[in-house]
């Protein structure tokens, strides 16, 4: 079964208009993070947020924020106010366990991002 | 600010050759990581190093597969016979161990196995 579930294959957004890009999770573990990363056309893969488990607000970074429902466990990203420079392949990925004693990421299959001017 | 990075950028090989990729990862940083993406593909983890052996394994990482952290700031990742489908993104990461023990990647290398 996939722990990590990104539906849209590929989205399209406005400039300057928000975009909540999807993010389903699965696991059994009650200690776990969540994290976005954004990968452009160059093939790095950059960090965006972070949201842990027991984070009672949702996490925040910038025009980035992420809409975190456990009880659906649910972990959307939103990026507001898009810009040119947010077209990219999007990846939600997961952390299992409490701490950093292995910290493998389990990523979904991405989202690509389209911003049209 | 800090960063991981990767040699080379791009790597083609034959068939059957021995491939080292290297990593330089964040200087204080204490876990390591290889993950691998086949081009179009979602990002796969590869191995977990920490305090100089492996923490972790995926089944990708057979025999053929090795890492190595030589020095004090080097971290390398050995195909020893390399096949077609070894041919991807392969990603460094590295992180501090403290919450959220978030996990930094390198620009990549991407193989080519002809």
């Known amino acids: 079964a996939q722990k990590i579930t990104q539906t849209q294959p590929g989205m399209f957004v406005q400039e300057k208009e928000a975009v909540t890009l999807d993010c389903t999770y699965d696991?059994?573990?009650?200690?776990?993070?969540l994290f976005w990363y954004k990968q452009p056309s160059s093939g790095e893969m950059i960090f965006l947020i972070y949201q842990g488990s027991y984070d009672e607000q949702n996490a925040t970074e910038g025009r980035y924020s992420l809409n975190f429902q456990k009880a659906r466990k649910s972990a959307n990203l939103v990026i507001s106010a898009s810009q040119l420079g947010d077209s990219a392949m999007y990846f939600c990925a997961m952390r299992e366990g409490g701490g950093g004693y292995t910290g493998k990421l389990i990523f979904g299959q991405g989202t690509t991002l389209q911003v049209k001017p | 600010e800090p960063e991981v990075t990767q040699t080379p950028s791009h790597q083609v090989t034959q068939m059957g050759q021995e491939v080292i990729l290297r990593c330089v990862p964040i200087s204080n940083h204490l876990y390591f990581y290889w993950y691998r993406q086949i081009l179009g593909q979602k990002v796969e983890f590869l191995v977990s190093f920490y305090n100089n052996e492996i923490s972790e394994k995926s089944e990708i990482f057979d025999d053929q597969f090795s890492v190595e952290r030589p020095d004090g700031s080097n971290f390398t990742l050995k195909i020893r016979s390399t096949k077609l489908e070894d041919s991807a993104m392969y990603f460094c990461?590295?992180?501090?161990?403290?919450?959220?023990?978030?996990?930094?990647f390198g620009p990549g290398t991407r193989l080519t196995v002809l």
């Open positions: 990461a590295s992180s501090s161990g403290t919450s959220p023990d978030t996990q930094y």
């Open positions: 696991t059994s573990d009650q200690s776990y993070g």
